[in-house]
């Protein structure tokens, strides 16, 4: 019963992160059932917003 409630806390916690996954996974599909292309435009798009998302914040403002 800990360990769910472990769980659950770790869900709670990541829930606008989990949702914005979900957005992007529906606009991905949105875009391949319009067109094949457009569909690898728009993954292409979302791939690079997540990098820029993800990446780990610069220590000592960059410069070195």
């Known amino acids: 019963m800990k360990e769910f409630k472990l769980i659950l806390c770790e869900i709670i916690a990541n829930v606008s992160f989990i949702l914005l996954i979900l957005g992007f996974i529906s606009f991905i599909y949105a875009a391949f ?22 990446q780990p914040p610069e220590q000592n403002g960059g410069n070195n």
């Open 33 to 54: 059932l319009m067109n094949l292309v457009l569909g690898f435009v728009v993954l292409g798009v979302i791939l690079v917003i997540m990098a820029y998302i993800l």
